[in-house]
């Protein structure tokens, strides 16, 4: 499972001109499901969001999380970060999961973050969505979470 978050001073999700999720500062966190991927890897990533130390502390170092600082989380679902990149000039698409296991595992990821995190938003899932965003820093991080052979302990990206 995949998570491209960005720390936001305010973001928003609209689709079809409505706006259907919208937070103030916190996180936008573009959501990708991989083939394979299970409730224990989107726990797993949402702990790891939750977490993540990337708001400023007194001191201006990114020392605090998302628990911490009571910053809110929006949830986009977005399949192409599952994508295929590393040759050709057209993405390919076989590594992401089903429409409807990643619908089921966005919808586990999102329940349970309501469990922890204050205010949670999202968009629509398989919608066509815009998405506006006032990235603070800019502040972008990769995570990602892999299911292994028999244990399901996370793979982290280079970008941590």
Known sequence: MIGLLQRVTDASVSVGGEV?????????LLLGVQRGDSEREADRL????ATYRIFDDADGRMNVSLLDSGGALLVVSQFTLAAETRTGTRPGFSTAAAPSDGERLCEHFVVAARRRIRTVATGRFGARMQVTLTNDGPVT?????????GGGAPRSSAAE
């Open 20 to 28: 259907v999720g919208r937070i103030g500062p916190g996180i936008l």
């Open 46 to 49: 949402l702990e790891r969001v």
């Open 141 to 149: 991080f990769w995570l990602e979470v892999a299911p292994a052979a």
